[in-house]
């Protein structure tokens, strides 16, 4: 079983830079292994695919709206993986989820699939 802890978040203006942690533990996993997904939620909306990140780092996917925006990175000494979100813009305000995948490679991009969620961390643009 996977425990998944995100911070980093927070209140900023819009075209501002923020970086999202993930920090994963847990005795029956391998973090190397797992593809690593982040979502985002926004009040009143369902829970979506931001960005994916394969087992070894090599491959990341991003949601269109995100591209070129934001990057996704892992460290799997550390058991961490990152979001780092530049020129946010009012429309990214949500709850940020970092979870994981079953598989060691993004094939998935449906919450439903992951597993391990944690409490998520705030990120509020103003515009």
């Known amino acids: 079983q996977v425990r998944l802890v995100e911070s980093g978040g927070g209140l900023v203006q819009a075209g501002d830079s923020l970086r999202l942690s993930c920090t994963a533990s847990?005795?029956?996993?391998?973090?190397?292994?797992?593809?690593m997904g982040w979502f985002r939620q926004a009040p009143g909306k369902e829970r979506k695919f931001v960005a994916g990140i394969s087992s070894n780092g090599e491959n990341t996917d991003y949601e269109d709206s995100v591209k070129g925006r934001f990057t996704c990175s892992r460290d799997n000494v550390n058991n961490m993986v990152y979001l780092e979100m530049n020129n946010l813009k009012a429309e990214d305000t949500a709850r940020y989820y970092c979870?994981?995948?079953?598989?060691?490679?993004?094939?998935?991009?449906?919450?439903?699939?992951?597993?391990?969620w944690g409490q998520g961390t705030q990120v509020t643009v103003s515009s």
């Open positions: 847990g005795r029956t996993f391998t973090f190397s292994n797992l593809a």
């Open positions: 979870a994981a995948s079953p598989t060691s490679r993004i094939v998935y991009y449906s919450s439903g699939y992951y597993y391990g």
